[in-house]
């Protein structure tokens, strides 16, 4: 997560530092500072610079040097005010913003193309934008999280989570309060299918063969959060995203995850309240297998009635209310249910999983 404060353009006092700065931009932004600055700070970082530059306070023999450092200044000045409005520069990146794609419960979803500022191929991103200031702090645990687990996670299990660009705040002109609110910026992830979703497509219950690749990458993309001390916290049918043809699976939004020592979740998903283990509602620590609990109902839920019932024992006994007596490691799991599906339907086989054509 990027530190605000790093993203302001250094504040010259002396002819010298203003003609460094000058000299060191690599584009306006860096002199009167990228999104999200207002225009107003924009406009007094310049004339600042201005009068630093101007020919007539220039030192005694710079007065030439002063001119074509005005001149190149006026010149940076203009091509900032001529930038298109749904361009969006921070330190790290240029954002080119597109269509919304979706809002949630915390955050509103816009397309962009974002390239490096210091070089490289343009990305496919999604700008994840709090609706309100007051969840600017679920955002940056989700930034937190990605960070952390891009840090410290095993490099083979990166795919399961998104990939976080960087972290920042946006000023949002419209807004009456002015109250700044925290983006996220990630790679955009396209061909995938929510568990929502797939269960609407199979309303008599998926197949258990299909749903056990899901259940198994589910729990790989869990305790590889596990192992770095990450708990996702809101395990939930549209935070789990699959990739029907290749098998893929990445767990998204990471806004109410806890990190380090075990404390209550900061908020739940209201209209999934039913979903959530009792140590949620009762505020006390969430835990891996809070985790475990959420995730096992969305598998018992997307099988519905066609799970056989040593399956529907395993579920069972991964949903107790009492959180102790629940697993934790998701690991152990993971070989305990490819026991329990190598005794159900032998060795593994790959299986296409395609929606019902409507």
């Known amino acids: 997560m990027t530190d605000p404060a790093q993203d302001r353009p250094a504040r010259p006092r002396t002819y010298e530092e203003a003609l460094a700065a000058l000299a060191t931009a690599r584009g306006p932004d860096d002199l009167f500072g990228g999104y999200p600055t207002d225009a107003a700070t924009a406009a007094r970082r310049y004339r600042r610079l201005a009068r630093l530059l101007h020919p007539d306070t220039a030192p005694l023999g710079h007065r030439a040097e002063a001119t074509a450092a005005c001149a190149a200044l006026n010149r940076l000045r203009a091509a900032q005010q001529a930038q298109p409005a749904d361009l969006l520069t921070t330190r790290r990146h240029r954002y080119r913003i597109g269509e919304l794609i979706g ?22 991103a999604v700008l994840k934008i709090s609706r309100i200031a007051a969840d600017n702090d679920l955002m940056e645990r989700e930034a ?13 299990f990166r795919p399961y989570v998104p990939t976080l660009l960087e972290s920042f705040r946006h000023a949002d002109a419209s807004d009456p309060a002015g109250a700044p609110r925290r983006v996220n910026a990630l790679l955009r992830l396209d061909g995938f299918t929510t568990l929502a979703e797939l269960r609407a497509a199979f309303p008599a219950g998926l197949d258990p063969r299909d749903a056990a690749w899901i259940w198994r990458r589910l729990l790989v993309a869990l305790g590889h959060a596990h192992r770095t ?18 098998h893929g699976l990445v767990l998204v939004d990471w806004c109410y995850a806890t990190t380090g020592p075990r404390t209550p979740a900061p908020a739940l998903v209201e ?24 995730a096992s109902h969305c598998i018992a839920e997307l099988m519905g009635g066609r799970a056989p019932r040593e399956m529907r ?16 490691d998701a690991w152990k799991l993971l070989g305990e249910l490819d026991q329990l599906l190598a005794h159900l339907y032998g060795p593994r086989t790959f299986r296409a999983l395609h929606l019902p054509v409507a």
């Open 271 to 294: 209209r999934h309240r039913h979903r959530y283990p009792p140590e949620v509602a009762d505020r006390r620590p969430v835990t891996e297998a809070t985790d475990i609990h959420l």
């Open 229 to 246: 001390g990450v708990r996702h916290g809101a395990v939930l049918p549209e935070h789990i995203l699959v990739q029907l043809e290749e």
């Open 144 to 156: 937190h999280a990605l960070g952390w687990l891009a840090r410290h996670g095993d490099p083979r």
């Open 313 to 328: 024992a395993f579920l069972a006994g991964c949903m107790l209310p009492a959180e102790p007596r629940r697993p934790h």
């Open 103 to 124: 809002t949630g419960d915390v955050a509103v979803l816009r397309a962009a193309r974002a390239r490096p500022r210091d070089g490289g191929h343009e990305l496919d």
